[in-house]
């Protein structure tokens, strides 16, 4: 605290300083409301509107109730086994307009109680190309996700050039 501010606060009636006090503390709690209690809040509530969606889209309360079950998180999809994985892509990549250069199965490996299996996938063609082309695996393919991509510019050419691994989840255990 400064000298001046000091002799200012020093200066000021005790009723002035309690009030100062007060809009200290009320601020400080609108900021503490703000970033860490709001924030959280809504994202619980976004949760919970996600599940009874979730919930709603496998035959709703309704038939929760009418079976006396609790509601259940959905099964978790099926992954296609590797070779099924590697034409489904190809032809969406195809479709895409873009050319693939190669699509090779990787090591199967344990990761958060799934089983992953990967797939490395070359391929090259325009950036709206492959951004389709990714939009079409992210929706078409349930139990696959994109585990790391690599994008660089072909030299001299408009076109780009994408390295992607894929990792297809299956519960453990499941073949």
């Known amino acids: 605290m400064t000298p001046a501010l000091k002799q200012a606060l020093a200066a000021m009636p005790a009723r002035q300083l309690n009030l100062i006090a007060v809009g200290v503390v009320a601020i400080a709690a609108m900021l503490?409301?703000?970033?860490?209690?709001?924030?959280?809040?809504?994202?619980?509530?976004l949760q919970q509107v996600q599940l009874a969606s979730l919930v709603a889209a496998q035959g709703g309360p309704a038939a929760a109730r009418a079976t006396g079950a609790a509601a259940e998180l959905p099964a978790m999809p099926v992954p296609p086994a590797p070779l099924a994985l590697i034409?489904?892509?190809?032809?969406?990549?195809?479709?895409?307009?873009?050319?693939?250069?190669?699509?090779?199965?990787?090591?199967?490996?344990?990761?958060?109680?799934?089983?992953?299996q990967t797939l490395d996938i070359d391929a090259?063609?325009?950036?709206?190309?492959?951004?389709?082309?990714?939009?079409?695996?992210?929706?078409h393919q349930p139990a696959v996700g994109i585990t790391r991509i690599g994008l660089r510019a072909a030299p001299d050419e408009p076109r780009r050039l994408v390295?992607?691994?894929?990792?297809?989840?299956?519960?453990?255990?499941?073949?």
């Open 163 to 175: 390295q992607l691994q894929l990792g297809a989840y299956a519960a453990e255990g499941k073949p």
């Open 32 to 45: 503490i409301w703000t970033l860490a209690i709001r924030a959280p809040l809504a994202a619980l509530r």
């Open 124 to 139: 090259s063609g325009s950036y709206g190309a492959i951004l389709g082309w990714l939009h079409d695996i992210e929706t």
């Open 87 to 116: 034409a489904a892509v190809s032809a969406s990549a195809r479709d895409a307009g873009l050319a693939v250069g190669g699509a090779v199965p990787g090591p199967e490996r344990a990761v958060a109680g799934l089983r992953q």
